[in-house]
């Protein structure tokens, strides 16, 4: 095996995963809407359980499984942070404003005091409904269109998709980075004042 078919296994094999993780968040962004949508049943069930035990280990599956969701959106979103792979694959355009919404939820998650402040939770979900949208919106009307042909298809999908529209795929890399970078500074500033702060004493 010569060089060239070394790297052109490689090419393949990244661009199978880079694939593969696309499509993939498709389906865990709607398990992160649906799940965070679900959380007032959730809390209403814990009150059918006989036994307290009961309620607290269906809270904490649903709240550890919601927020691991949450978590790999994020986490796999990071090829949307890649100029050469942004511009080299098919993928949806709006995916890094998505991270956005993804990693600002996660932000919001660490600076408020969870599912009892209402306020926080009715932010996160907004955030949540729009990454998905921006999401799954152009995943489906942009990278699934690219074997279709039509005047419609042809005009429209193309704005939708990373690879043929580079113009504008690689200024949303660039803001959504920055952007990331700087919840990501927020959250650094937040956590290492938390650690100045005076707790009370237990009595």
Known sequence: MNLDQVNGLFSAGEGFIEGTIAAALVVLWVLVLGLHLAQPYMARTTGKFTLRLGADLWWIIYVALRDIFLVQVFLGSFIFLYPDVVKG?????????AAVC???????????????????????????????VLYVGAYFLGTQMTLLT????????????????????????????????????TAVVYNLRQTSVRRPKAV
Request: net charge positive.
């Open 89 to 97: 694959k098919d993928l949806p355009i709006t995916g890094g404003l």
């Open 150 to 185: 039509g005047k419609l298809t042809d005009q429209f999908m193309p704005l939708l998709v990373t690879s043929k529209n580079p113009d504008l795929a690689l200024p949303l890399c660039y803001i959504s980075a920055a952007l990331i970078g700087i919840l990501g500074i």
């Open 102 to 132: 993804a990693f600002a939820v996660l932000l919001i998650k660490l600076m408020t005091k969870g599912d009892s402040d209402l306020r926080g939770m009715r932010l996160q979900t907004l955030l949540i409904g729009v990454g998905s």
